[in-house]
């Protein structure tokens, strides 16, 4: 039983450490000095490059003669992005700044710098000391169809629409619960969740549960030591999406990751 926990122990330390190291790169989340929507004409934002502007399709970039470049390629004219609504971002590189692009209902661009200061602030994240009581087992109980499901975001009036497989039930001191998943990494699931711990220990308006493909059964492992925090819980300039309805725990899960030191004033 020793070995087990201390094994449980030392791989947890090791995804903590490079969720850490992921969170301090240094044109991260946490590099993120500025974030602007933009506007159906062309303008020029402060301490940026180049103007910018959106249509209902697309956002677009002319360099003005700046030094600009996009997946490898400079930038010598008007440029033209035309991305997924909450999907994917893409970026500009302008000296050692990169000028992120996405698609969030409009068009916005934010600006990721190394010198941030809450980059060169960060010590990283406090969690709950990891605990193996915290791994669930649950059941995934897919869909007959794929259902989009719409989402609130941390930014008022903004709304996200994610795809979601299907449902996880699992039990808590005898309780059935269910939580929405989407999907995740490969195979993989994905859970956006409060619990009575959030706005107390834990960043108030969400937290995400990565979980492993459910096995042939539908059998899945609910990891609540790894619960983590999304970009919003860091900074002011991300826009990440609130769980859906009914991904709210009633009970305190006192696990995973804390409020970060960044939101303790």
């Known amino acids: 039983m020793s070995t087990s926990l201390d094994t449980f122990t030392q791989d947890w330390h090791g995804w903590k450490s490079q969720r850490e190291r992921d969170l301090a790169d240094p044109l991260g989340w946490l ?20 103007v910018w502007w959106q249509d209902a399709d697309a956002a677009y ?27 994917a971002t893409t970026r500009v590189a302008a000296g050692d700044i990169e000028i992120e692009v996405a698609r969030r209902g409009g068009y916005l661009i934010r600006t990721h710098d190394p010198k ?37 975001a941390v930014v008022e009036g903004l709304s996200h629409v994610y795809v979601s497989p299907g449902i996880v039930r699992f039990e808590r001191d005898g309780v059935e619960h269910t939580l929405t998943a989407f999907n995740g ?13 959030s706005g107390v220990t834990t960043y108030a308006a969400n937290r995400s549960l990565a979980v492993p493909a459910p096995a042939e059964d539908g059998s899945v492992a609910l990891d609540f030591t790894r619960a983590a925090n999304l970009p ?6 991300a826009t990440c999406p ?8 009633p009970f305190a899960v ?8 960044e939101r303790l004033g």
Do not use: M
């Open 31 to 50: 590099a993120l000095v500025s974030l602007d929507w933009l506007e159906d004409k062309p303008r020029a934002y402060e301490g940026l490059p180049g």
């Open 61 to 87: 970039l002319d360099p003005q003669g700046a030094v600009l470049s996009h997946e490898g390629e400079r930038v010598t004219g008007v440029h033209r992005f035309e991305l997924v609504n909450s999907g």
């Open 116 to 152: 941030a200061p809450v980059l060169n602030a960060f010590r990283g994240i406090p969690a709950y000391e990891p605990d193996p009581a915290w791994v669930l087992s649950g059941s995934f109980e897919a869909f007959d169809e794929p259902r989009p499901t719409t989402v609130g």
């Open 185 to 197: 990494k490969e195979d993989g699931l994905l859970i956006l969740f409060t619990d009575a711990t």
């Open 232 to 237: 919003c819980a860091f900074t002011d300039f």
């Open 242 to 249: 609130l769980p859906p309805a009914g991904n709210d725990l």
């Open 254 to 261: 006192e696990a995973g990751e804390k409020l970060p030191y």
